[in-house]
């Protein structure tokens, strides 16, 4: 079974987070930030990841802290789901039309953290989130997970729309990644042997 259960308790946060990665996209998101429920929903969904969060944060100073740690903890988990790497396709991408929006997501589950973020968000705020911290998230994702990460926007002026764009195709480029390839069967997808 590739899946995780994860807690991480700081000061400003506590979450509890479990991934499967072979679930059928059922999630139970409650992190106290409505858009990043709705987010992280629409990622468990177009991943066919069964996801569950709680999350209790500062969200009274700021959502800062609550966003970057749910990105962090989601990364761990994915990196303990996935395990070893035996079988994996490693590679996914997707370009991905939201409405006016055209986001293109390309990752490899490369055990090398890098995110290369590419969205140009117009506004600072989609209802009470900070757009600024869609990037920090990924960041906490990236570098937790151990996996490259590309996001580019071709396209789209509509805040709300660049960034759920960049979750589903973020999501179903995972998804691709973490596929098993029959070619591979038992083997690392890598001419070191490692990942």
Same mark, same amino acid.
């Given at each position: 079974?590739?899946?995780?259960?994860?807690?991480?308790?700081?000061?400003?946060?506590?979450?509890r987070l479990?991934l499967?990665?072979? @679930?059928?996209g059922?999630?139970?998101?409650?992190?106290?930030v409505g858009?990043?429920?709705h987010?992280? !929903?629409?990622?468990?969904?177009?991943a066919?990841?069964?996801?569950y969060?709680?999350?209790?944060g500062?969200v009274?100073?700021?959502?800062?802290? !609550?966003?970057?740690?749910?990105?962090?903890?989601?990364?761990?988990?994915?990196?303990?789901?996935? @395990?070893?790497?035996?079988?994996i396709?490693?590679?996914g991408?997707?370009?991905?039309?939201?409405? *006016?929006a055209?986001?293109?997501?390309?990752?490899?589950?490369?055990?090398?953290d890098?995110?290369?973020?590419?969205? *140009?968000?117009? !506004?600072?705020k989609v209802? &009470?989130?900070d !757009?600024?911290l869609?990037?920090e998230?990924?960041?906490?994702? &990236?570098?937790?997970?151990?996996? &490259?990460?590309?996001l580019q926007q071709?396209? @789209?002026k509509n805040?709300?729309?660049?960034? *759920?764009?960049a979750?589903?195709?973020a999501?179903?480029?995972l998804?691709?990644?973490?596929?098993?390839?029959?070619?591979y069967?038992d083997e690392?997808p890598?001419t070191?042997g490692?990942?």
């Open positions: 079974m590739r899946t995780s259960d994860i807690s991480r308790v700081t000061a400003e946060t506590d979450i479990s499967d990665l072979d @679930g059928s059922v999630s139970d998101v409650d992190t106290g858009f990043l429920d987010m992280l !929903t629409l990622l468990a969904r177009h066919r990841f069964d996801l969060v709680k999350a209790k500062d009274y100073v700021d959502d800062h802290h !609550t966003v970057e740690d749910i990105g962090i903890v989601l990364g761990q988990a994915f990196a303990e789901a996935v @395990g070893d790497k035996k079988g396709c490693r590679y991408s997707c370009i991905l039309p939201m409405d *006016e055209l986001i293109m997501c390309a990752v490899d589950i490369s055990g090398r890098y995110l290369g973020y590419s969205l *140009e968000i117009p !506004t600072e209802g &009470t989130f !757009t600024e869609n990037e998230f990924w960041l906490g994702f &990236t570098r937790n997970a151990g996996v &490259t990460l590309h071709l396209a @789209g805040s709300h729309h660049i960034i *759920e764009g979750f589903k195709a999501a179903r480029a998804k691709q990644a973490v596929s098993i390839d029959a070619a069967a690392i890598s070191k490692l990942l």
